[in-house]
């Protein structure tokens, strides 16, 4: 197969690999749509059957009976809106129409007055729509997430289809060639070095093209010696027709391989050009998709609050009510509510640190050291802890970042700690081109076998009832050091104790201060 053929094999791969990407996204774009679509009809659903079930209770009915009918109209309207739903939500949506319609006066119910009517069990029935309808919202919220992950996974899976391509292209089609023209350039300047200098320096294609040039002079100058020499003995002769020739196809050759790396360059930019593209739509999407985790994760905490609220409501004015196990069944969605309002703001500050770009400044350490330490004044008095620290450096970078910085890694090591009095030491060492900041403590310790897990968001080591919290400070660490271009690693040993390393940059011509050691009490007076 001839070098233009694999090239341009290779290019109809790349073509169709970006076209089959660029399908995929245009189907996926329409996947979101239909999920976003369900998700919104069930949370409208689940308003309008709330809103039904506080006009079907009895003290909404002694107020205002007449607003029962109007919301159940509107809670019908709602039901109606959206025909067809996915498989995982159809059941909910037969169960919710059963429920709805189960609402209907039956023939033996005598009408209300002023026409007016509220079927026995009203309130139960609206509470279930607004059960199940909760319920295929989250299943649509579960098939956005997953979608999402699997929309990342294919589009790396085609950069690195892509990538292989243009090593395979190299390797099958461009090294081949480029070795075939090494030798045959190398031959030709073997056979034009007797006629021209060979002692000026020219780039590669003016070499060639000298060479070319001298060759067909001398092919001139041969065919008039030819001329001159046709007396001459017949061997001669022969001799010299048998070098014109060679020459002549020489230069053919030549001519042929200058135009073909042309084309070969031009092809090769046009690749660059092509890569340089989806490089720069690769980083609009990792944008994209930054922001949507941030705004998913701000638009999580409304229902959250709903559910919290009217669990709330339920324990206040049904608590005479209901039994034992009732109770404890509100008391758990409570805390499940609230559980899920501490995992969805933690991860709302872990997006808000991603997405949101601030103008860094230069910050000291040591001051930024002392506000982490108010604000956890009150647990360094609980805990009667000690806090040590040398000359901290200046650093270019956000001060509230690094303040979130020093606050969680300080809150962990009086967190994961035993001692009756905790021992913390913030030390500075100066590196090559860095600083390395060093948070030690006499703490629990790590296992070894866990000292990457602990940096990954929502990843604990303990149950949140022995130590509570969201599990997403060491990720939050690890997020903002990054930002800061640092790095972060623990080093540790069960029962002993951890040693957190932060890398931060070096400021040019910053020297570190004499090392200082003061206790806790001192560090609050000066911070007060």
């Not at 003290?59 to 309207?77: C, K």
């Not at 041969?222 to 020499?229: F, T």
């Not at 650093?395 to 009095?421: C, H, M, W, Y």
């Amino acid at each position: 197969m001839t070098f233009a053929a694999k090239n341009l094999l290779f290019s109809v791969f790349k073509a169709a690999v970006i076209l089959g990407g660029l399908g995929g996204a245009y189907g996926l774009y329409n996947r979101f749509e239909d999920i976003a679509g369900e998700e919104e009809y069930t949370l409208s659903v689940t308003a309008r059957a709330s809103a039904l079930a506080a006009a079907a209770s009895p003290a909404a009915m002694g107020r205002n009976g007449g607003d029962f009918l109007t919301r159940y109209l509107a809670l019908g309207e709602g039901i109606r809106a959206r025909d067809s739903v996915s498989q995982a939500n159809r059941a909910g949506l037969i169960k919710i129409r059963a429920h709805y319609y189960g609402l209907l006066p039956t023939a033996d119910e005598p009408p209300a007055q002023g026409g007016n009517w509220r079927p026995a069990g009203a309130e139960r029935e609206a509470r279930s729509i607004a059960a199940l309808a909760l319920e295929s919202a989250q299943r649509a919220l579960e098939a956005r997430n997953l979608l999402l992950v699997q929309t990342a996974l294919a589009y790396f899976t085609i950069f690195l289809v892509l990538l292989a391509a243009e090593a395979l292209q190299y390797y099958l089609a461009t090294a081949g060639f480029m070795n075939d023209f090494e030798g045959l350039k190398a031959k030709l300047l073997r056979a034009a070095a007797p006629f021209y200098p060979a002692g000026e320096r020219r780039g590669e294609i003016e070499e060639l093209t000298v060479a070319a040039e001298t060759l067909d002079r001398t092919l001139e100058n041969s065919m008039l010696a030819r001329l001159k020499m046709a007396k001459e003995t017949s061997l001669r002769l022969s001799k010299m027709k048998t070098q014109t020739r060679t020459l002549e196809l020489t230069r053919r050759k030549v001519i042929t391989l200058v135009e073909d790396l042309e084309e070969t360059r031009g092809e090769l930019q046009a690749e660059k050009t092509a890569l340089r593209q989806t490089g720069e739509k690769l980083t609009r999407s990792n944008k994209e998709l930054e922001q949507f985790a941030y705004v998913a994760s701000h638009d999580l905490k409304e229902p959250l609050r709903i559910v919290s609220s009217f669990s709330g409501l339920l324990s206040k004015r049904y608590a005479q009510a209901l039994d034992a196990d009732a109770r404890d069944f509100i008391s758990y969605i409570d805390q499940g509510a609230q559980r899920a309002t501490e995992l969805v703001n933690a991860l709302f500050n872990y997006s808000k640190v991603t997405y949101t770009a601030r103008d860094y400044t230069q910050v000291d350490c040591g001051m930024v050291l002392k506000k982490a330490m108010f604000n956890l004044k009150i647990t360094i008095d609980e805990k009667k802890a000690s806090v040590k620290c040398g000359a901290l450096p200046s650093v270019r970078g956000d001060e509230f970042q690094l303040i979130q910085l020093f606050q969680n890694l300080l809150s962990n090591a009086l967190k994961f700690n035993t001692a009756p009095a905790p021992e913390i030491t913030v030390e500075a060492m100066e590196s090559p081109g860095e600083w390395v900041l060093r948070f030690s403590d006499n703490g629990i310790g790590i296992p070894p076998e866990h000292f990457d897990r602990i940096f990954l968001i929502f990843q604990r080591l303990h149950t949140v009832d022995k130590y509570p919290g969201a599990g997403i400070g060491l990720a939050l660490c690890k997020k903002i050091t990054e930002n800061h271009g640092g790095r972060i690693w623990v080093e540790s040993k069960a029962g002993v104790g951890s040693i957190f390393f932060v890398t931060l940059p070096i400021l040019a011509g910053q020297l570190p201060g004499p090392v200082q050691e003061t206790p806790a009490e001192t560090k609050e007076k000066a911070v007060s």
